[in-house]
């Protein structure tokens, strides 16, 4: 089968595409057929060896942690999934990923694919979307009535928890660049702009999920209430905040019920899955190399 694979860590140009044996399910496993997976930013960060101490990888490694696609293979004790089921599922950061036409996956991180978005499409799913939950309901316990601030609204998390917030019955301003504007507008959001100069008042929680500097988390901090929370994907958050606002950074994990109360969502049209570009396995070190270079955003899914 093909596979996307790199035999060292480095640039983007270590990624190659190589035929490689067909895995096999192990027990409590299934192999499944991919449709799609997509590109997260920790792709390329482990790639370039960053992670090495964090997610040690055995090379050479094939890239991939967002999976769609239909089970092909079923391993010993696997009961939840027969042939033929489409799925969905984050997987570890640390094995085989899905840059391949067929991926080995423990049963434990899968649910059931939409079935109203294209298949290959539900793969800008589970990652973004897991995190936009677990940072919204988990670390900041949003509550229906309460005022938030999504920072990096227009991308592929920031999407997700917009909507998941405002569906929540939570009041949302959301930053965002003017490519993303009118769809997080769209979403329900209140949008002034893609920085922070244009909003005004304090938050009960303030999410944050674009890449800024240690000083910007600062001036998010100050957007904070009184007792109030600083969610993060990415730079920490300042701690020992004077007024009692709480730091607390995502790290998000795989999550079948929460992964299929998305499903869910989407399948009821309440929950928007943003396709940002599709590309083939040949195109993904231009993906990373996009990515290197500052000027991907949002969820490019490589389709199979
Ligand atoms: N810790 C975890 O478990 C975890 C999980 C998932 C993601 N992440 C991280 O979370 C971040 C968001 O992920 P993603 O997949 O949503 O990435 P993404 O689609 O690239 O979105 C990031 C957004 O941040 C905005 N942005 C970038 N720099 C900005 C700045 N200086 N000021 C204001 N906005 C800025 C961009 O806005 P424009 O589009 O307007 O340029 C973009 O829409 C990434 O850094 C990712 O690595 C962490």
Known sequence: MKAVRFHQYGDADALRVEDVERPTPGTGQVVVQVAGTSFNPVDATIRAGYLEQVF?????????????????????????????????????????????????????????????VPLADT????????????????????????????????????????????QAGVTVVATAGPRNTDRVRGYGAEVPGRGIDGVTGQFDAVLNFAPVPPEDMAALADLVRDGGVLVTTTTPGPQD????????????????????????????????????????????????????????????????
């Open 56 to 116: 040690p990888v055995t090379l050479p490694f094939t890239p991939g942690i967002d999976l769609a696609g239909t089970v092909a293979a079923l391993g010993e004790g696997v009961t939840r999934f027969e042939l033929g089921d489409r799925v969905v599922g984050l997987l570890p950061m640390t094995t085989d990923g899905a840059s391949a036409e067929y991926v080995a996956a423990p049963t434990e991180v899968l649910a059931a694919a939409p079935t109203t």
């Open 241 to 304: 905040n004077p007024r009692g606002v709480r730091s607390s950074s995502v790290f998000v994990r795989p999550d079948t019920e929460q992964l299929a109360a998305l499903v869910d969502r989407v399948d009821a049209g309440r929950l928007h899955v943003h396709v940002a570009d599709r590309v083939g396995l040949d195109d993904l070190s231009a993906v990373h190399a996009r990515n290197d270079a500052g000027t991907l955003t949002g969820r490019t899914v490589i389709t199979l």
């Open 123 to 166: 793969a800008a799913l589970p990652v973004t979307g897991l995190t936009a939950w677990q940072a919204l309901f988990e670390h900041a316990d949003v509550q229906p009535g309460q005022r938030i601030l999504v920072h990096g609204g227009g991308g592929a998390v920031g999407g997700y928890a917009v909507q998941l917030a405002v």
